[in-house]
């Protein structure tokens, strides 16, 4: 036996990785279903031009950092959904205080494209050691090398840029060899990238989550025990809507088929509309004020997905570190970030006596507000306050279940911010805008609902 697992080691540490091109030939369809995820864009090579991505998923980065060319970049970090860096002619990661991070627009945060600094502290660069996450084939390094295409700043090599095929099931000339006989490796590896620093503590910062930490979450979650493949196809993207999480059927409903919301107007609403709320930022969030004070919301969904509804249990630690665990290793999304970032003409006090009545008594939330009725047709309704200064409610009826977008216009027509992009239940709906930023004026808000679309003035008076 003691042979045995000698050879078997030995045949694994041998085998080289052959590059995903390889793997296409014979998964062909696999390989550009999973090229529509943001995994193998994690690291990319630059040629001197912008890079593009597959149709139907990230507009990409348009342009380098403002004192740069692309010729002047090596490599990208990312730009697929969230954010993009960069790494120098040397392959040094580019740090500053302006023009480092390039933060893709976000529709559902309603936050256009713009950039930001990254890291200023390390001006005017930082050495790239992130290829454990970012490539295939990792090799860690130092400043003595080994250096990826002899470039001294980043320390380390990669048989392949971006998490390509082998960084999950592992090198593959043996399987390339006798696909019958070898088989690639299918134990899930999400946590090796998806976890920052100590596993049992989730990382925060200014009120929210900080980065990708759903391994974390799901492990002081009540899901711990559950492999992410429980509701994630891995071959697919969970952004741009393609079909990476399964879906509630076959995934909440398989264990909580006696789960009900007991709400007419939010019978379609999904599980993870209060239960994995955006707690969570990679690159943008925004402040969502409600009546009894502010919450931010980021651009990443959490994984913790219990709701604790005592008003007094507080997210986050004291010094905004980390996320609280309980006694029991246990965390909790705190009636904030479940509620207030929707119901937000409510407090606290409120949220916390109606989160436990959500599933029970059929007396919550839009029931209280709506009777309990579906409105027969689309409507929208005028801002109010109006004139207002800054902040203003924008009111609308949804008859039936519908993707709804919501944008507003200067009176040129110039588009001026997504205000929501997402699919709400039918019933009576509220949005909070704030005009922190905007000057005085006309401005036009424009519904769009399937067919339905409408549009009203509101005034700005500073």
Request: hydrophobic share 35%.
């Amino acid at each position: 036996m003691v042979l045995l697992m000698v050879l078997l080691t030995n045949n694994l540490l041998s085998q080289n990785y052959v590059g995903s091109a390889t793997c296409k030939l014979c998964h062909s369809t696999i390989y550009d279903n999973y090229m529509k995820t943001g995994h193998p864009h994690k690291l990319i090579k630059i040629e001197g031009a912008a890079p593009t991505f597959p149709a139907g998923t990230s507009p990409g980065v348009p342009n380098p950092p403002a004192d740069k060319s692309w010729n002047d970049i090596t490599y990208m970090i990312g730009g697929f959904g969230w954010k993009a860096r960069f790494l120098d002619k040397d392959g040094y990661i580019l740090t500053g205080a302006e023009n480092r991070q390039y933060n893709l627009e976000n529709s559902m945060l309603g936050t256009p494209a713009n950039w930001v600094g990254y890291d200023a502290a390390k001006a005017p660069r930082k050495p790239y050691t992130c290829g454990s996450c970012h490539t295939t084939g990792w090799v860690a390094g130092d400043s003595t090398g080994p250096h990826q295409d002899n470039l001294p700043g980043i320390y380390g090599t990669w048989a392949e840029p971006g998490v390509r095929c082998e960084a999950c099931h592992g090198p593959a000339s043996a399987h390339v060899a006798n696909p019958s006989g070898v088989k690639p490796s299918k134990v899930e590896k999400c946590g090796d990238c998806h976890a920052r620093g100590d596993v049992m503590k989730i990382d925060a910062k200014n009120g929210l989550i900080d980065h990708h930490e759903q391994y974390e979450d799901l492990l002081a979650s009540p899901h711990k025990s559950l492999p992410c493949g429980t509701c994630h196809e891995p071959h697919l993207s969970t952004k741009y809507n393609y079909g990476g999480y399964k879906g509630k059927d076959q995934t909440c409903k398989v264990c909580h088929s006696t789960v009900a919301i007991k709400i007419a107007a939010k019978a379609n609403w999904e599980c993870s509309t209060c239960h994995m709320p955006y707690a969570a930022k990679s690159a943008m969030s925004i402040t969502i004020n409600h009546a009894g004070g502010s919450v931010p919301k980021g651009d990443l969904r959490t994984h913790i997905f219990d709701i604790k509804s005592d008003a007094d249990w507080k997210m986050f630690t004291d010094d905004g570190k980390y996320v609280r665990i309980d006694d029991e290793g246990k965390a909790h999304i705190s009636v904030e970030y479940a509620c207030l970032t929707c119901h937000t003409s409510k407090d606290v006090a409120w949220a916390s006596s109606q989160a436990d009545r959500i599933h029970g008594t059929g007396t919550a939330v839009e029931l209280i507000d709506n009777n309990g009725s579906v409105p027969d047709h689309f409507a929208l309704y005028q801002n109010h306050p109006n004139p207002f200064n800054p902040t203003t409610t924008i009111s609308f009826d949804l008859n039936e279940s519908r993707v709804v977008v919501l944008k507003l216009f200067n009176m040129r027509g110039q588009e001026l911010m997504t205000l929501m992009n997402e699919r709400l239940a039918a019933g009576h709906h509220q949005v909070t805008f704030s005009a922190d930023d905007l000057p005085s004026g006309m401005y036009i808000y424009r519904l769009m609902a399937g067919d339905f679309v409408a549009s009203k003035k509101m005034l700005l008076l500073r």
